[in-house]
């Protein structure tokens, strides 16, 4: 959110700059293996053995530009004191190097107008499995226990970040929007995806300004989770953390799920159901409306980057022509989460009764 991945900087790392980043946390890295690991989208991630030790070391980017540059710092410090936290409490987090300077747990590389965050972690041997009862359960239960663990999490939220006092993560996307002013726009299918937004935005609001908040991993899902027989040896990427809903933490995974389960022709929506029932089976808290709202985070994710890129990308026709085709099948994923939706609603109305 607050980082990029540095192509640039890609395609200059060689084992001299790759040492460079690791001598600020390893006194002899003389002889090193490297390899570059291709997933990640904020970040550049480098698989290192060193002395027959595994190391992750992650580059990130932030322009000096950034409205969030100033705070960046307590941003990252906040990260990893919360990575910590959870896995002094049993969360199967990875170890993470302190410098040999100053014993902090990052090193900044400041080059012209960018500073460049490096992180060195223990590397943990896992893989990214797919969407499945197994692992959907799995998960469940661990977002059960990372909740409730940080709930007791005390920390200083930052005033300065705009985005923490927003509903949700991607709701300061809706505040910067570009005009439309391309004959060949896709206005219907835009004008339609905003109209369920704003219904979304109308549900979501009440619930957000009086449910309990707290930190959350907001962008947990497969790609953020490594197995290692078919068990959750560590979960990673916490640089979405935020300041927000339980509902919201769910929508995430809900999201994401659904857009990879459909690609591979797959009915998503006993999954979404499936999900939902684990969690609130090991959570009495979280009610059939709450289950509700996290249905709204996920639509809500999905409107919000579609309304968001169709318009920045107008005048790119061969990024117009994909964000068009993405969003028409997003809206069909839509469609069926608000069908589901509305049967958990009846649902909850029996239960009232």
Same mark, same amino acid.
Request: with cysteine; aromatic share 16%.
């Given at each position: 959110?607050?980082? $990029? ?7 200059? #790392? ?5 040492k460079?980043? @690791? ?8 002889e ?9 989208y904020e970040?550049i991630s480098?698989?290192v053995i +060193?002395n027959?030790?595994?190391?992750l070391l992650?580059?990130?980017?932030i322009?000096k530009k ?13 990260e990893i ?7 002094e409490?049993?969360i ?6 302190s410098? +040999? ?10 080059i012209?107008? *960018? ?5 060195l972690?223990?590397?943990v ?12 359960? /799995?998960?469940?239960k #661990? ?8 709930q007791? $999490?005390?920390?200083?939220?930052? +005033?300065l970040d705009k985005?923490?006092? #927003?509903?949700?993560a ?5 505040q ?11 206005k219907?299918l835009?004008d339609?995806? =905003? ?6 935005y ?11 908040k ?11 989770i ?15 953390m935020r $300041?927000g ?6 929508g995430?995974?809900?999201w994401?799920?659904?857009?990879v #389960?459909?690609?591979i022709?797959?009915?998503?929506i006993?999954?979404?159901? $499936?999900?939902?029932k ?6 009495n ?9 996290a249905?709204n ?5 999905? =409107?919000?980057?579609?309304l968001?890129?169709?318009v920045e ?5 061969? /990024? ?10 997003q809206l069909k994923?839509i ?6 939706k509305n049967?958990?609603r009846?649902?909850?109305? =029996? @239960?009232? *009764?």
């Amino acid at each position: 959110m607050y980082f $990029y991945k540095n192509n640039k900087l890609i395609q200059s #790392l060689n084992e001299s700059k790759i040492k460079f980043y @690791l001598k600020n946390f390893i006194e002899d890295v003389t002889e090193i293996q490297y390899e570059l690991i291709k997933k990640g989208y904020e970040n550049i991630s480098i698989k290192v053995i +060193l002395n027959n030790n595994k190391y992750l070391l992650r580059l990130c980017t932030i322009d000096k530009k950034h409205p969030m540059f100033s705070c960046i710092d307590k941003l990252v410090t906040r990260e990893i004191n919360f990575m910590f936290f959870l896995k002094e409490r049993g969360i199967a987090i990875p170890s993470i190097y302190s410098t +040999l300077q100053e014993n902090k747990y990052y090193f900044v590389s400041d080059i012209g107008q *960018e500073c460049i965050y490096a992180i060195l972690f223990k590397f943990v041997d896992g893989e990214h499995l797919t969407y499945n009862e197994a692992t959907i359960e /799995k998960t469940a239960k #661990l977002q059960v226990k990372m909740h409730s663990i940080s709930q007791n $999490y005390k920390f200083q939220k930052l +005033l300065l970040d705009k985005n923490e006092q #927003l509903y949700s993560a991607m709701a300061y996307r809706m505040q910067h929007h570009s005009k439309l002013y391309t004959e060949t726009f896709p206005k219907n299918l835009y004008d339609t995806m =905003l109209a369920i937004y704003k219904v979304i935005y109308n549900e979501i609001m009440p619930y957000y300004k009086f449910v309990a908040k707290q930190i959350i991993h907001s962008d947990l899902k497969m790609d953020n989770i490594l197995f290692f027989n078919e068990e959750i040896a560590a979960i990673i990427d916490f640089s979405d953390m935020r $300041y927000g809903t339980i509902a919201e933490d769910l929508g995430i995974y809900i999201w994401d799920m659904c857009d990879v #389960l459909y690609d591979i022709n797959l009915d998503f929506i006993p999954y979404v159901n $499936y999900y939902l029932k684990v969690y609130s089976k090991y959570n009495n808290n979280f009610r059939i409306n709450d289950q509700i709202m996290a249905i709204n985070y996920a639509i809500d994710r999905y =409107l919000i980057i579609n309304l968001y890129y169709l318009v920045e990308n107008q005048v790119y026709e061969d /990024k117009i022509k994909y964000q068009t085709n993405k969003a028409e099948k997003q809206l069909k994923i839509i469609k069926s989460l608000l069908i589901y939706k509305n049967k958990l609603r009846k649902r909850g109305e =029996l @239960l009232d *009764e």
